[in-house]
Nanobody, 121 residues
Framework: QVQLVESGGGLVQAGDSLTLSCTHS????????MGWFRQPSGKEREFVAF????????DYADSVKGRFTITRDNAKNVVFLQMKDLKPEDTAVYYCAARGWGQNPRMYDFWGQGTQVTVSS
């Protein structure tokens, strides 16, 4: 069973940067599409970014394009979400997801426990 562990969340100020990490427990990581999603308090989970197995294909939500970057290290079983110019509306619990495709969270099979990102104005 794949286990995903996110880290790197915290409380930052608007305009700051933060990098989230997600460690995948299995060697199958290198064949899995990985995604980042977020869920603001009281709202539905929403797509943030995904990256294909090779790292060549990525996609971003319009709200984060140009500010967030998703990358992966297949040698270390880790996917990253580099976040720059953070805004209060980026405040949410951020989740890592594995083995899926696209922007629909229902298309992903495995999920981490989430890490809180809070951006103060």
């Amino acid at each position: 069973q794949v286990q995903l562990v996110e880290s790197g969340g915290g409380l930052v100020q608007a305009g700051d940067s933060l990098t989230l990490s997600c460690t995948h427990s299995e060697s199958s990581f290198s064949s899995h599409v990985m995604g980042w999603f977020r869920q603001p308090s009281g709202k539905e989970r929403e797509f943030v970014a995904f990256i294909d197995w090779s790292g060549v294909t990525t996609d971003y939500a319009d709200s984060v394009k140009g500010r967030f970057t998703i990358t992966r290290d297949n040698a270390k079983n880790v996917v990253f979400l580099q976040m720059k110019d953070l805004k209060p509306e980026d405040t949410a619990v951020y989740y890592c997801a594995a083995r899926g495709w696209g922007q629909n969270p229902r298309m992903y099979d495995f999920w981490g426990q989430g890490t809180q990102v809070t951006v103060s104005s």
